[in-house]
């Protein structure tokens, strides 16, 4: 077939018809392929004429009826264009739309496989964004066109389909809300029928007239049905369908009172294994598998029919476990007045027991049953706590980008702009911060300024307690400083940071708090400059001043050992650290980890462009600089020894 030579939109409309007739006979492109591409248009001016044809070809067929073998075929093409990229992603989903609205429900189901197996080409890339509201729709439309009770199995086809289609997490699919299907009423007869013992003498009548050999002692076990309890059993399916009723005083009161005459109707009609043996000896003569879908039918004739049914029994127990495990469980949406009192609780609680306890006497195989149904609500409230939390995705981030989310930016230290900038003023944007930015170009100078040490001296802080500790003052035990527990605290944190005379050893046993304090106030007092060379009297006892100069002893040969230590120890110094560094080479980053620096830093350090020695000087000097009291030479020896740095811990040994 030749090409025209100028585009016109209806002729090559009906030329392109021509050819998918053709092709959808022959089910093969290759001649389209060859002919769309000698046609002389836009490659949008060929997919708008393509996709109109497409939908053309399909309303002759549907007009023709053609079947549903030649459906697939036509839909198998539409995909196969759409993948050599001959028309828009959206004509398979279009066409398929147009197919389900014309043909009839048998056909649909028919067709409808097509759909199933071609899930994976649905969830691809070119398809599923365009297509998956199409799908939706499409499964809408079949939704409301089916029979809930007569086509159950279709039903059920089109929600595992939707399932497989859309992702777990699919928001559309979550009922977010905890909203409830209001609409699924339960209509049965609320009027009291008159003249209704008459009608039930003729009744009982018949069916004794009626009775079959092997039925009489299912004829015995049957309770006689009145109209109340048909009233209060049916009325419950409203507290069902709208559990929200059951937190309201007056309703719940009605729930609960219909619930019991339920179930006291079950525990009084029990149900033998002899009639589910007979439905097992039937099942087994029947070659169609046992599939039965329940439709509520509320004549009250066939309640009493309906109350010696195993599966019926079954419906209505779920129900209520459904309804207990709902108003027992916290739901995001609840409002505060959607909370149950400890005495409804209870009764949730026992009723609970009562159902399982009639499920696992319903036969058959009540006890699988029961357990059976227990998991699945377990299982449910999986999928509770989910909807509580905001459906959170199942898919868990790469671990590569779970670190790039952690680390940090690099931190700069205080004082590194001003350093950077050669000591000028930096503009903070406020007055006020501008000013105390600059106060000192140094961060670190600053924090040791004298205007920034707040720690009271120990004469300042223990002047009232040696006072209430001298006898003449006749300040009563009971009312002394050493006594307060806050006043035990703050001296034992201060005499760890001023006095000397905490960390020594002694061998004495360990003495209670307040005789400790009592006499380090003793040796402060002896300490103090008023009091040099005056023996303060104390209220300490003999014993304790046997002990207490026992631990001056110690505490001399102590200092001394201290004083000594203390003039062979070397100061650290750039110099030093430098030597250290060297030593130190590629063994740096363990050096830092002994150190307590943090991941973020090291990863810093090691992305500078610098040398091994160069990394192990810079954190070197910034331990140093922190806490120029406590990280000294010898801490910095138990460091280098604790990473296996023996020889460079001895190279920091002072002078013998």
């Known amino acids: 077939m030749a090409a025209p030579t100028e585009f016109d939109f ?45 939908r053309d070809v399909l309303r ?6 053609s079947g549903c073998e030649v459906y697939r075929k036509f839909i198998c093409l539409t995909i196969d264009a759409v993948t050599s990229d001959l028309c828009t992603p959206v004509i398979p989903f279009m066409c398929l739309t147009d197919i389900f609205d014309v043909i009839p429900i048998d056909q649909c189901e028919d067709m409808f496989g097509l759909v199933e197996d071609k899930v ?4 691809s890339q070119i398809f599923y964004d365009t297509g998956k509201n199409f799908l939706l729709r499409m499964c809408n439309d079949l939704l409301r066109r089916l029979s809930k009770s007569q086509n159950t199995v279709f039903c059920g086809r089109i929600q595992l389909f939707l399932s497989r289609l859309f992702p777990l997490a699919e928001k559309s699919a979550l009922n977010l809300m905890s909203q409830f299907n209001l609409e699924n009423v339960t209509l049965y007869n609320q009027a009291k029928p008159e003249h209704e013992a008459a009608k039930d003498g003729e009744k009982k009548s018949e069916q004794s007239m009626e009775t079959e050999d092997g039925e009489m002692e299912e004829q015995k076990t049957e309770v006689p049905i009145d109209y109340n309890l048909y009233r209060k059993f049916w009325s419950l399916q409203d507290y069902f369908r709208k559990p929200g009723q059951c937190y309201e005083k007056k309703l719940w009161t009605t729930f ?20 589910s043996s007979k439905k097992k000896v039937d099942q087994r003569r029947n070659l169609e598998p046992d599939a039965f879908f329940a439709k509520y039918l509320t004549s009250e004739k066939l309640l009493n029919l309906q109350l010696n049914d195993s599966n019926f029994r079954r419906y209505v127990l779920m129900q209520f476990l459904i309804i207990f495990q709902y108003l027992g469980t916290p739901v995001k949406f609840k409002g505060q007045a959607h ?8 009764w949730i609680k026992s009723s609970t027991e009562k159902i ?6 319903t036969p058959p195989d009540g006890e699988k049953f029961a357990k059976t149904v227990e998991h699945i609500l377990e299982r449910e409230e999986h999928w509770n706590r989910w909807k509580n939390d905001g459906c959170p995705d199942f898919e868990r981030k790469p671990a590569d980008d779970t670190k790039k989310q952690q680390r940090r930016a690099k931190r700069r230290r205080i004082g590194d702009d001003l350093q950077a900038s050669g000591g000028k003023v930096i503009k903070m944007g406020h007055p006020e911060l501008t000013r105390l930015w600059n106060l000192n170009p140094n961060n670190m100078d600053a924090c040791k300024s004298d205007d920034r040490i707040f720690l009271p001296t120990l004469e300042e802080f223990f002047q009232e307690a040696i006072e ?10 009971e009312y002394k400083l050493t006594n307060d527990q806050t006043f035990q605290w703050k001296a034992l944190r201060l005499l760890a940071r001023r006095s000397p005379q905490f960390f020594t050893n ?16 003793s040796k402060i007092a002896k300490q103090l400059p008023n009091q040099q060379g005056e023996e303060m009297k104390t209220d300490v006892e003999d014993e304790e001043g046997i002990k207490e100069t026992q631990d001056d002893e110690d505490m001399k040969n102590t200092e001394q050992g201290k004083e000594e230590i203390e003039s062979k120890e070397i100061v650290l110094n750039k110099h030093i650290i430098r030597c250290v560094a060297e030593k130190i080479g590629k063994d740096w980053k363990k050096v830092a980890v002994e150190l307590s620096f943090p991941e973020d830093d090291i990863a810093y350090f090691e992305s500078e462009d610098l040398t091994d020695p160069d990394r192990g000087a810079k954190i070197l000097t910034i331990w140093m600089e922190e806490d120029p009291d406590r990280h000294t030479a010898a801490a910095l020896r138990v460091a280098l020894t604790e990473v296996g740095l023996q020889h460079v811990a001895d190279s920091l040994n002072g002078p013998s």
């Open 60 to 65: 002759d067929l549907t007009s023709a009826n």
């Open 120 to 123: 994976h080409v649905w969830k």
């Open 10 to 54: 209806c002729e090559a409309r009906n030329a392109f018809n021509r050819i998918i007739h053709r092709v959808a006979d022959e089910n093969s492109l290759e001649c389209y392929k060859e002919f769309i591409d000698n046609f002389p248009a836009s490659d949008s001016e060929k997919r708008v004429t393509i996709d109109q044809s497409f």
């Open 506 to 521: 002694s061998a004495t046993p360990a003495q209670d708090l307040k005789s400790y304090l009592n006499g380090m106030l």
């Open 468 to 477: 209430q500790n001298d006898p003449e003052a006749q300040i009563e035990e």
């Open 356 to 361: 399982y306890q009639l499920i696992k006497e």
């Open 339 to 346: 909370t149950l009192s400890d005495e409804q609780s209870n």
């Open 256 to 275: 609960m009172s219909n619930s019991d005459a339920v179930f006291e109707a079950f525990a009084s009609s029990k149900l033998d294994d002899m009639k």
